[in-house]
């Protein structure tokens, strides 16, 4: 399983604690007395799958340090509607002031892994495979694309540096395909991979004559992906992308395609519904 960075995390956990608590939790600090302590429980209110219970966690020991926050579940699990996900005691006042930050990201983390699970579930038995896009929320990079590998998926790029990906504005902008990836052969370093994107069987075979390493079949019908992969025959990774998210996956992943790229794993997702409930 992909590993979060720690001290990136960290980061990011407490800007978002200093997002939501402010100047302080008035509420809490107004009628919770400072001494009391609490358990509580992490409950799946519908099924799914689980992600982001080290961030949850985390969220807590940023806060304080006497929180205990203890996983029923791993990361990647799939858990059903009432079952509990975590149990967390400490001093009451810090599980009220974290609840809200460590949810929102259990329950986004969740959804996406939960979705990015039926997409898998959807080309099982097929070769294709389910990757995400950068289609994310700037700041959720690397949790949500950790989600998408909790729930059976794969990454795509994780950032502009990773990998040449030649997409249309690109092919206008550098003067044509072969112009855009021949000059992209010459700059970048050999171990960097080249995407091309494509709409026809004309731009299929330009890219295939400038040996691309991976061609995307954008917003093709099923049938002209079908052609444009055999037409490739091979001699280079195949991509579907354009709308994957509302499209039949399994008959997609028939035309021969190696990866279905779906944004809508990350970008429209619902979360999962998950609450804290005090005993």
């Known amino acids: 399983m992909m590993k979060l960075n720690d001290l990136a995390l960290d980061a990011f956990l407490q800007a978002a604690l200093e997002e939501d608590i402010g100047a302080g939790d008035v509420t809490t600090e107004s009628c919770v007395p400072a001494t009391a302590r609490s358990c509580a429980v992490f409950i799946a209110k519908e099924s799914g799958v689980v992600c982001g219970l080290e961030v949850a966690g985390r969220v807590f020991r940023l806060l304080d340090a006497d929180v205990r926050f203890t996983p029923m579940l791993e990361d990647g699990e799939a858990v059903s509607a009432g079952a509990a996900i975590a149990e967390i005691e400490g001093p009451s006042r810090s599980i ?3 609840e809200r ?40 990079r690397a949790l949500l694309k950790y989600a998408v590998r909790c729930g059976g998926g794969s990454n795509h790029r994780m950032g502009l540096s990773d990998g040449v990906l030649i997409k249309d504005n690109h092919i206008k902008a550098a003067g044509g395909i072969r112009s855009a990836v021949e000059a992209a052969r010459a ?22 004559e400038c040996s691309a390493d991976i061609i995307m079949l954008d917003n093709m019908t099923l049938d002209l992906m079908g052609q444009a992969v055999t037409l490739i025959g091979g001699r280079a990774l195949t991509e579907a992308s ?3 998210g509302d499209k039949d996956l399994k008959a997609v992943a028939d035309t021969g395609v190696d990866y279905i790229s ?11 519904d998950i609450s804290l409930k005090f005993r």
């Open 187 to 208: 700059a970048c370093p050999h171990t960097l991979k080249i995407e091309v994107e494509t709409e026809t069987l004309e731009q299929v075979q330009e890219a295939l």
């Open 242 to 244: 354009g709308n994957m």
């Open 96 to 98: 009220l002031t974290g």
């Open 101 to 140: 930050t460590a949810l929102n990201l259990l329950q986004h983390m969740s959804g996406v892994a939960t979705r990015t699970a039926a997409a898998v579930s959807a080309v099982a038995g097929t070769s294709a495979k389910i990757t995400d896009t950068r289609k994310i929320t700037p700041g959720l």
């Open 262 to 272: 779906i944004g809508a794993l990350t970008h429209t997702v619902r979360a999962l």
